[in-house]
Structures are given as structure tokens and as C-alpha cells.
């Protein structure tokens, strides 16, 4: 049974014909970790479209930039590393974007229990910016 149910696969004759490399090229890179193909039920290696698009950056990287095969690894894992931290950040923001707009429209007490930082409304720092100009004041009449 395939992993990737419903999504086109292709055959690793097809694969290999079309982007001018010998099948064993394939099994290697497979075998390396580089490349994880699904199996049909007669275990007959499936390629899908992202599996082609890993495909193309391995074979870039060893044939246009000379990469050998384990630098082609330390590339791809952190390659993979950098877009689960991007997913992290555009997270991060989103849930900073959707606090923001919820404290401007004032669905949300201010005081959250789940903010990163404790936020001063601005009510108050107006009251203590107006408290601090008339400190000196009060000082020099004594």
C-alpha cells in the first residue's frame, strides 16, 4: 500500500529517464537517506512531486555546484531545519499580529496570563508621565 494515496507517483524508470540518471543513481541516493521513494504493494518505488522536487536540489547541488554526497545531507537537514524554524517564527508572529489586534479592539483584558511580555496600558503611563512632571515641581516648593 502506497503512503501518498490519491497523489501522482511515478516509477523509478520514468524518474530516472527523465532527469538522464542511471536507476542505481536513484537507490543510492535512497539508500543514503537522501531520497525516501513509497512503495506500490509489489514494492515497486513510487516517486512523487515532492520527492522530484528533492530530487532536482539534490542533483543541483552534485552536478552544478560539485557537492558530494555528504555535504548534500548536511544541506538538506538544514535546509529542513530552516523551514520548521521559519514555520516556528511565522507562527510566533501571527500569534503576536492576532494579541495585538485583540487588545486594539478590546476583546481582550489586557492583563493576559499568556503575554511573553507584561504590557502597560497606556492609560496608566500617561497618569505616571504626568505624576513625574510634577514631582520636581512639588520638590523645589518644600
Known amino acids: ?44 518505488r513510487l516517486y512523487t512531486d515532492e520527492d522530484l522536487e528533492r530530487l532536482e536540489v539534490i542533483l543541483k547541488l552534485t552536478r552544478e555546484l560539485g557537492v558530494n554526497l555528504a555535504g548534500v545531507e548536511i544541506i538538506l537537514n538544514m535546509r529542513e531545519k530552516m523551514e520548521a524554524m521559519q514555520a516556528q517564527m511565522e507562527g510566533f508572529i501571527q500569534g503576536l499580529n492576532n494579541e495585538l489586534s485583540q487588545r486594539a479592539s478590546g476583546t481582550r483584558p489586557v492583563a493576559s496570563t499568556n503575554s511573553l511580555v507584561p504590557v502597560i496600558q497606556i492609560s496608566s ?4 508621565s504626568s505624576e513625574a512632571k510634577r514631582a520636581p515641581v512639588e520638590r523645589k516648593r518644600r
Open 1 to 44: 500500500m502506497t503512503k501518498n494515496r490519491g497523489k501522482a507517483a511515478y516509477m523509478i524508470s520514468a524518474v530516472a529517464e527523465q532527469y538522464e540518471i542511471h536507476p542505481q543513481t536513484l537507490r543510492l541516493y535512497e539508500r543514503e537517506g537522501l531520497l525516501a521513494p513509497s512503495r506500490s504493494e509489489g514494492n515497486t
Open 125 to 128: 503611563l500617561t497618569v505616571r
